[in-house]
């Protein structure tokens, strides 16, 4: 009986080992998603994306007419809208993108923005020194959609609008920075039709 016990208790300990190194094993993979993401389902949970290699498609709605750098994808919603940052290796995004299907392959990245980049950002503007891009230095109207501010509104605008909705984290989620989300790209493709 004693023998049976022992057998029984092995048997048991080691289950629980395999079942555990089942896990540790799928954990240290889980969250790197194997396939294409759409732009809402990145943007549901960006946070387990951070760092990664991501595969995204979605609506190419803009190219940035001044550098060609930035190509903005869009979800099911103009609301659901991301960046693509490309690189020197990687070039400009070409024209064509826009009103198409884009994959765009590489690197989740996350921006914060605290309190001290707002106080930054507002001197900049009084000192008029800085780097504005769209009509009149307002910002792109892509970007702005992006970004969750007005379309039109001044850069003295979005610094307001950032700061309302960090006060607004840091009390419901105690965080002190807005997270922004940009893939920087490697490589890119126009879905056929």
Do not use: W
């Amino acid at each position: 009986m004693k023998q049976r016990t022992s057998f029984t208790t092995f048997a048991v300990v080691f289950s629980f080992l395999v079942f555990s190194g089942f896990l540790v094993f799928s954990g240290c993979t889980g969250s790197s998603q194997k396939g294409t993401l759409t732009v809402d389902n990145l943007l549901s949970n960006p946070g387990e994306y951070v760092g990664q290699p991501v595969t995204v498609v979605g609506l190419a709605t803009h190219v940035c007419a001044k550098s060609g750098m930035k190509l903005f994808l869009q979800g099911s919603t103009d609301a659901q809208s991301i960046r693509a940052e490309s690189n020197s290796t990687l070039g400009k995004f070409n024209e064509t993108c826009v009103d198409n299907k884009v994959v765009v392959k590489g690197t989740l990245v996350e921006e914060r923005i605290t309190e001290a980049d707002l106080q930054k950002m507002e001197k900049e503007i009084v000192e008029n020194t800085t780097v504005t891009h769209g009509e009149g230095g307002e910002g792109c109207e892509t970007e702005q959609k992006a970004e969750g501010v007005a379309v039109g509104s001044s850069e003295m605008d979005r610094v307001n609008e950032f700061r309302k909705r960090l006060t607004e984290r840091k009390t419901s989620e105690g965080k002190d920075y807005l997270s922004f989300y940009h893939i920087a790209a490697d490589s890119y493709s126009i879905v056929k039709k």
